[in-house]
């Protein structure tokens, strides 16, 4: 299933260039007669006019669609921005990364994170500290392709967000964009496992090398429902150890978020 849709990839990407550089190649066997040689008889027939429908074919107009830096990517990804109205930009990722992982195509243009759940755990998160939803805020997926994490090494992932701050820039800029969260994978991609780890809940401005602006790296909605989904599976036994462990590690990750998050609202004097 993951070759066939690895391949239904490349044949969307070879579509989008050649509908781009509008290029299409015709190949004439040698043994098959020349149109200019084909002679047709017509001969009229009155038919009824069908009703006109008009068609629409659009190539979407994001930026990560027709940027050609990353030679190796497979295709852009489907609502790779997300405007809102508050100065804080998020960068996440919803591609896949780990090798033999499950491809994720998002659905809705409007869709952000990967499953309802994430965005309403972050929603909630964001409005406890901030007043307001996690909408408000910007978000840009980095990088802002699909790739094929079967022969992607770390350096090509590095390479590949290094290459999309470019995008970045032009956001924070056109925006006047006033800090940085850097979570999930998009943040274990850019800065490595080790350093992603210890950087977590730290703000500084040298996060990203492109630019100076306050950024703090944190943990992903995604890894905070693992520890909901883990403490639920030990329910059964509510009295047990391992139930009783589970939630406060979920509990004490949340405080922890939302005390980040905090610190980071008054770094910025929101």
Known sequence: MKEILNQF????SDSMQL????EFPIHKLETETSPENISYNWK?????????????????GEKNFSCKICKSKLMGIKGFQHKGTKP?????????????????????????????VSEDLFDR????????????????????????????????WKLRQTNCEIHVQELVQE?????????????????????????????????LTAMKIPSI??????????????????EKDKNSKEFLEARKEENEVKALVVKQLTEFKEFLKF
């Open 9 to 12: 990839y490349s044949v969307l």
């Open 19 to 22: 509908l781009n550089e509008n």
């Open 44 to 60: 009229e027939i009155e038919v009824e006019k069908p009703t006109k429908v008009k068609h629409k074919f659009t190539i979407s």
């Open 88 to 116: 804080i930009l998020v960068l996440h990722y919803t591609g896949e990364f780990k090798p033999n992982g499950t491809p994720f195509i998002k659905t809705k243009k409007e869709q952000i994170f990967r499953t309802n």
């Open 125 to 156: 998160m964001i409005k406890k500290v901030f007043g307001f939803g996690m909408r408000d805020l910007y978000f840009q997926e980095f990088p802002g392709c699909n790739f094929n994490p079967d022969t992607s090494s770390l350096e090509d």
């Open 175 to 207: 925006e006047k964009i006033k800090g940085i969260i850097l979570t999930g994978s998009a943040a274990t991609l850019y800065l490595g496992k080790d350093k992603a780890s210890a950087s977590l809940g730290k703000i500084s401005d040298s996060l």
């Open 217 to 234: 790296v944190l943990r992903s909605s995604d890894g905070i429902l693992s520890l909901e989904e883990k403490r639920k599976r030990l």
